[in-house]
């Protein structure tokens, strides 16, 4: 019998759906591999964005000294852009208060993402909280599997080496039931798409090759009105935002489709969010054809479903995805030309699709055993932290 532990979990839940992904795989490999049972207490970190909690105060220290342990993550909140973050990231949690916490602390596979700058004085604060981390068992660190290991150790060197592990992230390891949609044609071949409607500058750049956010939209358009007629109009394309920026991007793709595609082949899936909204939105994905992802967890969790997908690649983060599941299965979509590859892709992926599918178990399958291994490092750490915790308590 799995034995029970209180834990206060720091996270995003009402962001991105592929938040909300990353939490149920993140419970099924619990179940899985920890002999511990957690009972979850959620806080929302948007309430520590808009100041209605703050990490650097003794109501929040005492709010994780009520609990036997405290989780981070998963989420993007190693990335090194944020000012005026005593850390250097969204987790401005200073040393003095860090200090008081004496609940173990696990940061669960996090990103450390740079394609947003990285300023010199974050780099100094990252490496004073990480120095303290990493040094001291009370607190196990690890990333996900997007890059993040390799940018720490772009900017830090072996500083860190065999100090953080690397945990899948839990996306891949979601599950949905079915729902019923008006959005999927059982007659046709459903094509999901979703685009990205943040960061349009850094994404579409329009310079040293890479096109601008307006020629994307107009060539992507243009594939996709060459495919349907190709397709004698059996394709479904149904658009589906994961943050509510991504409204924007489908609908200027769809204003410049052509209006018979437009009225007969385009659909929109709504804006949801939460863990219903997951639901909603990754069953959709699981009655898909064939998914065209550019956001992160829209990749990672066709490969949880072991879908047929294509990523569409503009943000460093993807393409280091995409490395480290050792596939080439994507198209940089921001660089001059790509709409004949992407067409070509496509075209293969929708001939072969049953093979394409096979090849994502296979990728979840690999991912499994590596998370198994890291399951069980977190597992021995939990045990040496809470039973000193116990002796504490007794004495």
Request: glycine residues 6%; negative net charge; aromatic residues 14%.
């Amino acid at each position: 019998m799995k034995k029970k532990l209180r834990v206060l979990h720091i996270a995003s839940f009402i962001g991105n759906v592929g938040d909300n992904a990353n939490h149920k795989g993140s419970e099924f490999l619990r179940n899985q591999f920890l002999d511990y049972k957690f009972e979850i207490t959620r806080k929302e970190i948007r309430e520590f964005y808009w100041k209605e909690w703050i990490f650097n105060s003794e109501k929040f220290v005492n709010e994780a000294n009520s609990y036997d342990l405290v989780m981070i993550g998963g989420g993007n909140y190693f990335e090194l852009w944020v000012e005026n973050s005593r850390t250097g990231t969204s987790i401005d949690l200073d040393l003095e208060y860090l200090q008081k916490i004496n609940t173990p602390i696990l940061f669960y596979s996090l990103g450390c993402d740079l394609g947003q700058g990285v300023p010199q004085a974050n780099v100094d604060k990252f490496r004073i909280f990480m120095d303290y981390l990493t040094n001291r068992e009370k607190y196990f660190v690890s990333v996900r599997n997007d890059g993040a290991l390799g940018n720490i150790e772009k900017i830090y060197a072996d500083r860190y080496k065999n100090k953080v592990a690397e945990i899948p992230d839990g996306g891949f390891f979601t599950n949905v039931s079915n729902l019923n949609h008006y959005e999927i044609e059982g007659k046709m071949m459903n094509v999901l798409i979703n685009v990205a409607g943040d960061m349009p500058e850094v994404r579409f750049p329009g310079t040293d090759g890479k096109i601008t956010y307006v020629s994307f939209i107009e060539e992507f358009a243009n594939v996709l009105e060459e495919l349907s007629g190709e397709y004698n109009h059996n394709l479904n394309f149904i658009f589906v935002p994961h943050i509510f920026r991504d409204i924007k991007t489908s609908y200027d793709i769809i204003n410049n489709i052509n209006d018979k595609v437009r009225r007969k082949n385009v659909k929109v899936a709504p804006y949801l969010i939460g863990d219903s909204g997951h639901d909603y939105i990754f069953s959709l994905y699981n009655q898909s054809d064939l998914i065209l992802g550019m956001r992160f967890h829209s990749n990672v969790c066709s490969y949880a479903l072991k879908k047929n997908v294509i990523g569409l690649v503009n943000y460093v983060q993807i393409s280091n995805l995409y490395n480290d599941i050792n596939s080439n299965e994507y198209i940089e979509v921001n660089k001059e030309g790509f709409t004949e590859k992407l067409k070509d892709k496509i075209r293969k992926h929708l001939s072969e699709k049953e093979r394409f599918e096979d090849l994502s178990n296979k990728v979840k399958e690999k991912l499994f055993e590596e998370a198994k291994i890291e399951y069980m490092k977190l597992n021995n750490w939990l045990k040496t932290n809470l039973e000193v915790k116990e002796y504490e308590n007794k004495n």
